[in-house]
Antibody, heavy 119, light 108 residues
Framework: EVQLVQSGAEVKKPGESLKISCKGS????????IGWVRQMPGKGLEWMGI????????RYSPSFQGQVTISADKSISTAYLQWSSLKASDTAIYYC????????????WGQGTLVTVSS | EIVLTQSPGTLSLSPGERATLSCRAS???????LAWYQQKPGQAPRLLIY???SRATGIPDRFSGSGSGTDFTLTITGLEPEDFAVYYC?????????FGQGTKVEIK
């Protein structure tokens, strides 16, 4: 069974750094892309970026380029989303999702990670 | 970047009625790489339709997608109680996907 298990909820202060994770199992992790999607409180879905864990080929939405870093460690089948300096506006649920190619939709999603940034 | 505009923002319908949701793209979506997702409160999105008109695995046939180019439609024929949710379209034809802002289907 394909599973994407994300790390738990985080509460951080503005200016702090954070790295959340998404661990894939039940499939060949290096053969699929992992994408990240943001959902701010009460709002819609926003596509952030995508990575191919085998060679770390990464594409970002222009809206998120330079704001976050997407990475992966194929040795432990885990993808990451990180911030170097959080803002209150980063408060959201972040989902990871599996893609067969960079131009396929996502049939498998993680459960989401709630990130709260508040002073 | 392709911008997707969904309409209406909210659709108020009764169980058994037909729902018609629209998604319009700011430029042509290549190869009809257009998907529809359903999201319920507290849950991750669920893929319903891909390639504009193909149902994903396990999706009931009351859900259907149509359209091409810049205009796409999701139709739910005979709303069931579990269909009241928010629906998003997504284009994935470029290497940088984008979502529409969503349509909420609520019980009238």
């Amino acid at each position: 069974e394909v599973q994407l298990v994300q790390s738990g909820a985080e509460v951080k202060k503005p200016g702090e750094s954070l790295k959340i994770s998404c661990k894939g199992s039940g499939y060949s992790f290096t053969s699929y892309w992992i994408g990240w999607v943001r959902q701010m409180p009460g709002k819609g879905l926003e596509w952030m970026g995508i990575i191919y864990p085998d060679d770390s080929d990464t594409r970002y939405s222009p809206s998120f380029q330079g704001q976050v870093t997407i990475s992966a460690d194929k040795s432990i089948s885990t993808a990451y989303l990180q911030w170097s300096s959080l803002k209150a506006s980063d408060t959201a649920i972040y989902y990871c999702a599996r893609h067969s190619t960079v131009t396929t939709p996502s049939a498998h999603w993680g459960q989401g990670t709630l990130v709260t940034v508040s002073s | 970047e392709i911008v997707l505009t969904q309409s209406p923002g909210t659709l108020s319908l009764s169980p058994g009625e037909r729902a018609t949701l629209s998604c319009r793209a700011s430029q042509s979506v290549s190869s009809n790489y257009l998907a529809w997702y359903q999201q319920k409160p507290g849950q991750a999105p669920r893929l319903l339709i891909y390639g504009a008109s193909s149902r994903a695995t396990g999706i009931p046939d009351r859900f259907s997608g149509s359209g091409s180019g810049t205009d796409f439609t999701l139709t739910i024929t005979g709303l069931e109680p579990e269909d009241f949710a928010v629906y998003y379209c997504q284009q994935y034809g470029s290497s940088r996907g984008t979502f529409g802002q969503g349509t909420k289907v609520e019980i009238k």
